[in-house]
């Protein structure tokens, strides 16, 4: 788990998901907070999936912890619970990948 002081920035590469486990991150693009994530929150999962430098920042809003996973561990984790696309496809879905 990483750990994540208030007003930092939580992840430099394209190469790892995020699920917030503590505290509350906002999603900017640019200068402007799109939407703020909350415990559970997946961040990052699109860059896994598309292979597409993420377009977002993530700054936390308060201490935050997140779980972190690889490209390897993210496709084990869909093989070994598939409802945990569920959270993935809510995710994506709802964000339009408009960022």
Excluded: H, W
Aim: contains cysteine.
């Amino acid at each position: 788990m990483d750990n994540c002081a208030d007003n930092a920035a939580t992840y430099k590469s394209g190469q790892e998901m995020y699920v917030l486990q503590f505290g509350n991150a906002g999603i900017y693009l640019g200068d402007f907070q799109v939407v703020e994530a909350s415990v559970g929150s997946i961040l990052n999962e699109m860059a896994l999936i598309d292979d597409m430098p993420r377009a977002a920042t993530v700054i936390a809003l308060t201490d935050c912890k997140f779980t972190v996973l690889d490209e390897k561990e993210f496709y084990a984790l869909l093989r070994e619970a598939p409802f945990f696309c569920n959270s993935c496809d809510a995710s994506i879905f709802g964000s339009g990948r408009m960022y």
